[in-house]
C-alpha cells in the first residue's frame, strides 16, 4: 500500500480528526461573537452554581426563621429575606437546580413532539400537513405564556404540571 492509499483510507482516527477540526472551527467561530460568548457565561454560571449550591449557599433554603422576616439586604443576608425569615440568596442558588431541571424536561419533551409532528406533516403532505400545520399555527398564534398558564389552571399546581404545560406550548417552535 501506498503512502497515498494510506492517507486516503478511511480510518476512524482521520474521522475522529475531521470531527476534531470541525468542533474546534465551530467553537472558535462561537469565540468570536460575543452574545455567544455571554450566552456560554451565563449557562455556565448557572451550571456551576446548580453544582455547587451546597457550598454557595449559607442557609438553609427552606428554613424559616420568623424573628429574622423582611430583613433588608446586609452582610449576613445579602438578599434580605422573605416573610417567612428565608434567606432569598440561599433560595435563589438552590433554585438554579430546579430551573435546569425544567429546562432539561421541557426540550427532551418539546423537541421531539415538534419534530415528530413536522416529519409526519412533512413526510404525509396534503392534506396530513394542512391539518397538522393548521394545528401548529393556533399554538403559534397564541401568547406562549398565557397559554402555559391556561394549562397551569386546568392542570394543577406542581413543578410536573408546569413542565408538562410548557412542553405543550414550546413544541410548535420545533415542528
Same mark, same amino acid.
Given at each position: 500500500? %501506498? ?32 452574545? %455567544? ?29 420568623? %424573628? ?21 440568596? %440561599? ?85
Amino acid at each position: 500500500m %501506498s503512502t497515498r492509499d494510506w492517507l486516503l483510507e478511511d480510518s476512524p482516527h482521520s474521522r475522529w480528526q475531521a470531527n476534531a477540526g470541525r468542533a474546534y472551527r465551530v467553537f472558535t467561530a462561537l469565540l468570536r461573537n460575543p452574545l %455567544s460568548v455571554l450566552g456560554g457565561i451565563i449557562i455556565l454560571v448557572l451550571l456551576l452554581t446548580a453544582l455547587f449550591a451546597p457550598w454557595i449557599a449559607p442557609f438553609s433554603p427552606t428554613g424559616q426563621n420568623l %424573628s429574622q422576616r423582611l430583613l433588608p439586604p446586609s452582610g449576613v443576608n445579602w438578599m434580605g429575606t422573605d416573610e417567612l425569615g428565608r434567606d432569598i440568596f %440561599s433560595r435563589v442558588v438552590w433554585g438554579s437546580q430546579i430551573t435546569l431541571t425544567i429546562v432539561l424536561l421541557v426540550a427532551l419533551i418539546s423537541a421531539p413532539l415538534g419534530l415528530l409532528i413536522g416529519a409526519i406533516a412533512g413526510y404525509f403532505g396534503g392534506w396530513v400537513d394542512r391539518i397538522l400545520m393548521g394545528f401548529t399555527d393556533i399554538f403559534l398564534s397564541l401568547p406562549k405564556l398565557i397559554l402555559a398558564l391556561a394549562f397551569v389552571a386546568a392542570l394543577g399546581p406542581g413543578i410536573n404540571n408546569a413542565i408538562i404545560a410548557i412542553a405543550i406550548t414550546s413544541w410548535p417552535a420545533y415542528a
